[in-house]
């Protein structure tokens, strides 16, 4: 046995790992939605455009609370806002297509469809509290 002061040369071997390239969807169920969005395009494309409306919605109904005197919570529209409504709506598309087209070329993956679903999901809850808030100042 011979006494090696460099010790095991694997040990101090610098590890790189790279990432996963699994899409993360279980090939044993057909069931899921996910997979459905994934495969079917047209749900998606679907799913994508609501996306896009939903934002223009968004912009309306804020329009629509500003006139009554309410406040834009959001600074970066905020900004936009305030040089000129139209910009904001501009800057609005632009993002949501932006995002959209990303998701969209991105779609294999499980987590970009699950955050598709999450934008969705807050962008329903954010047109409830529109419009409840419009209803609360007699706006609807």
């Known amino acids: 046995m011979s006494n090696n002061r460099a010790g095991d040369r694997r040990a101090n071997r610098a590890k790189l790992r790279l ?6 969807f279980d090939r044993r169920r057909e069931d899921d939605l996910l997979r459905i969005l994934r495969d079917q395009p ?3 494309l679907a ?3 609501s996306l896009n409306l939903l934002s223009v919605f968004d912009w309306a ?3 629509r609370a500003l ?3 309410a406040r834009e919570a959001n600074f970066v529209v905020g900004a936009f806002l305030a040089a000129n409504p139209v910009s904001a709506l501009v800057f609005k598309i632009a ?3 932006g995002v959209s087209a990303a998701i969209w070329r991105s779609r294999r993956y499980r987590l970009v469809l ?4 999450a934008g969705i999901g807050a962008y329903a809850f954010l047109m409830l509290y529109h419009v409840v808030g419009l209803a ?3 706006a609807l």
């Open 19 to 24: 990432p996963e390239r699994r899409t993360g």
């Open 42 to 44: 047209a749900i998606l």
């Open 47 to 49: 799913l994508l455009v």
């Open 61 to 63: 109904l804020t329009m």
């Open 67 to 69: 006139a009554f005197g």
């Open 95 to 97: 993002v949501m297509l």
């Open 114 to 117: 699950v955050t598709a679903l």
């Open 136 to 138: 609360s100042i007699g």
